[in-house]
Structure formats: C-alpha cells, structure tokens
C-alpha cells in the first residue's frame, strides 16, 4: 500500500510541529503511545465478535478512529470509520466486521513503519 494511503501528511506535520526540537521527542512518544493503545485494544474487537456484540464493536470503531486521525494514520481511520458506522455499509454484520478487523490488523504494520519513518524512529 502506498505511503499517502497510510499517512495524512498535514496531520504527522502538526504533531512534528509540536516538537521543540529536531530530536521529535514528542512526537515520538505520541505515536508510541498510539500503537501501545491500538495493539491493547485490536484484542477488543475479537472478544466482541465472539459475543457478537456489533454495537460495541462500532463504538470501539468510533475511539479507535479518532485516536488513529489525530496521529495521522489515515488508513487505520478509514477502516476504524467504517466498522463505526457499520449499519450503513452491510446487513451482514459478522462477514463486514471480520473483513474489516483482518484490513486493520493487515495494515498496522505498514502504518506504524511509515509514520515512525516519517519522525525518524
């Protein structure tokens, strides 16, 4: 997947822009602290389908994204975005959510290199 897929540039240059020096130290507990949190919280979605418990998938959905748009993790958002507003997009919740849960784990990975790339990590 492309680099511009991954990554919203103007979201990764406010948070460098918050950095006081060119070390991005800042930045770089920020983005730190976001793949510690999404990697605690992936586990959730599993456990919820196993309960298929689809309204608090959506709602982890709905954290996951804005936590994944503040960092710049555009594809996480878009993916966190759509598995938030689930009802609009399938009326076969099960098949969506595992598709769209293997999407994400699939791309944390290339996501993670490519904004800790971006800060030099």
């Known amino acids: 997947m492309s680099y511009q897929k991954l990554v919203d540039e103007s979201a990764i240059n406010q948070i460098l822009e918050m950095d006081e020096d060119d070390s991005h130290e800042f930045s770089r507990e920020i983005l730190q602290e976001f793949f510690e949190q999404l990697e605690n919280k992936v586990p959730e979605f599993d456990q919820f389908m196993q309960k298929r418990d689809f309204e608090a998938i959506g709602k ?62």
């Open 60 to 121: 982890l959905g709905h954290f996951l994204k804005g936590s994944s748009a503040g960092v710049g993790a555009a594809r996480i958002r878009e993916i966190c975005d759509d598995i938030q507003h689930w009802q609009s997009h399938t009326t076969d919740p099960e098949s969506f959510f595992s598709d769209k849960i293997q999407q994400l784990k699939d791309v944390m990975p290339d996501t993670k290199r490519a904004l800790y790339d971006r800060v030099g990590l």
